[in-house]
């Protein structure tokens, strides 16, 4: 297949949020805590292609991210934002524990647990329609770039929901796959052969730590 028909989308969770351990973040938009994370942010930054276009879903940890990845390269692409890449919408939970989320609601909190994939927080949006967001988010975005490389900095949800349209897999099975802060996932979409064919994907590697192996821009 011909490099012009070939998509390499190179998806980075964003660094830790300035939060308190164990909160439900969602919507919520505290900065990137990267003060100790120089060194990280330098390794990850190695791994990414150059003359990439790079986007994000517009959150202030992604963008922060994202500014500190490109600074590491000297380089200063535009960011492009794509508000549908934002996190799953956890409603009235956010800025709360999950125990915390319990002791408030606990017939809510159980609903949740029982079918995490399917069933929303209150006031919130269940992972299974952020699926359906995110496969939309990612069409637009290949119809927009249909060859050469992207840098997506992204949230957890959204590179998993990412994986389960690459896979074809159902929510309940991409809530299986661990996306750490300052993971490197990346996903190769191929674009149909014949007129009008589906584009196929391949999955490169997933969660890939800032300082692994194993995974570059010569990959």
Not at 94 to 108: N, V, Y
Not at 113 to 130: N, V
Request: charged share 25%; glycine share 8%.
């Amino acid at each position: 297949m011909p490099k012009d028909a070939i998509t390499l989308w190179w998806w980075v969770r964003h660094g830790p949020a300035a939060a308190r351990a164990g909160e439900i973040l969602g919507r919520l938009d505290p900065p990137a805590d990267l003060a100790r994370l120089r060194g990280d942010v330098e390794a990850l930054a190695l791994r990414l292609p150059a003359r990439a276009t790079w986007i994000t879903s517009g959150a202030r940890r992604c963008l922060e991210t994202a500014r500190a990845l490109a600074a590491a390269r000297n380089e200063a692409p535009d960011m492009i934002a794509e508000p549908d890449l934002l996190e799953q919408d956890f409603g009235a939970w956010q800025g709360l524990t999950h125990a915390e989320a319990a002791a408030r609601d606990p017939h809510a909190a159980a609903r949740f647990w029982r079918d995490p994939a399917r069933e929303a927080p209150p006031g919130g949006e269940s992972f299974q329609a952020m699926l359906t967001r995110i496969a939309a988010a990612i069409g637009r975005i290949a119809d927009r770039h249909p060859s050469g490389d992207l840098v997506l900095i992204a949230h957890a949800g959204t590179i998993r929901a990412a994986l389960a349209h690459a896979l074809d897999l159902p929510a309940d099975a991409a809530l299986r796959f661990a996306v750490d802060p300052l993971s490197l996932t990346r996903l190769d979409r191929f674009a149909g052969e014949a007129s009008g064919a589906p584009a196929a994907w391949r999955v490169a590697a997933v969660n890939v730590p800032a300082r692994g192996t194993g995974l570059s821009s010569e990959s």
